[in-house]
């Protein structure tokens, strides 16, 4: 079941400068960034109770960022619900016809188990589904 907002991603070009606007300039607290090697992504997460903000860029250069900021000079990217049963939710969505971009849910950031469904189930908007590990509430 689908339960909260978990967090709204933002593509950025240049994630120094945009980790200093939003920490000094809109004074949000910073969390931290994590490197998500299976999704060649560098991220970094904003508490803005009761969701976060995340801030994604490419890892290493490469990656579907790399792919989004070639296209666009940045912008929102996904939206990300917070599941606590990722298995049935995919399940039910599948047999709704829903696609998804990978076969299954994958390691995310913050150890969460996450799948993206593919941007054309959703009126063109890319919603990743996370499922929080267990050690971390
Ligand atoms: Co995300």
Do not use: W
């Amino acid at each position: 079941m689908i339960t909260a907002l978990d967090h709204i991603a933002i593509a950025v070009p240049d994630l120094e400068k945009a980790i200093e606007r939003f920490m000094t300039d809109f004074g949000l607290s910073f969390d931290g960034t994590e490197d998500v090697t299976s999704a060649k992504t560098k991220t970094a997460f904003f508490s803005l109770p009761p969701t976060h903000i995340e801030l994604v860029h490419p890892l290493n250069g490469e990656g579907p960022i790399a792919k989004y900021l070639e296209k666009r000079p940045g912008g929102i990217h996904h939206l990300c619900f917070q599941t606590d049963d990722i298995d049935s939710d995919v399940a039910r969505l599948q047999a709704k016809g829903y696609e998804f971009l990978s076969d299954g849910p994958m390691p995310g950031a913050h150890d969460a188990r996450v799948i993206f469904i593919h941007p054309k189930s959703c009126d063109g908007v890319l919603i990743e589904l996370s499922q929080p590990s267990e050690s971390v509430s």
